[in-house]
């Protein structure tokens, strides 16, 4: 494995992924049957997608502070 300054891990998509994992997707048949069946698991699920995406936004204020080209999705 050979070592990977900054420049490269942005370059190999790393936060593109990453913004992926937590981006909203349309709900799927399961996903909605499971959420009207327990509206806390709904609840819990939306919470922790707003915490991710609010995550996203202070990543990319860090990214400017610091003077690092930000990333287009």
């Known amino acids: ?8 891990v942005l370059k190999e998509g790393f936060f593109d992924k990453f ?8 709900k799927d048949k399961k996903t909605k049957l499971v959420f009207s069946k327990n ?3 709904q609840r819990e ?16 204020e860090l990214l400017k502070k610091y003077g690092i080209e930000p990333i287009k999705y």
Do not use: H, P, T
């Open 1 to 8: 494995m050979s070592y990977m300054n900054r420049d490269k």
């Open 19 to 26: 913004k992926k994992a937590f981006s909203k997707q349309k």
């Open 39 to 41: 509206k806390k698991v």
């Open 45 to 60: 699920y939306e919470r922790i997608m707003k915490d991710a995406e609010e995550s996203l936004r202070r990543g990319d």
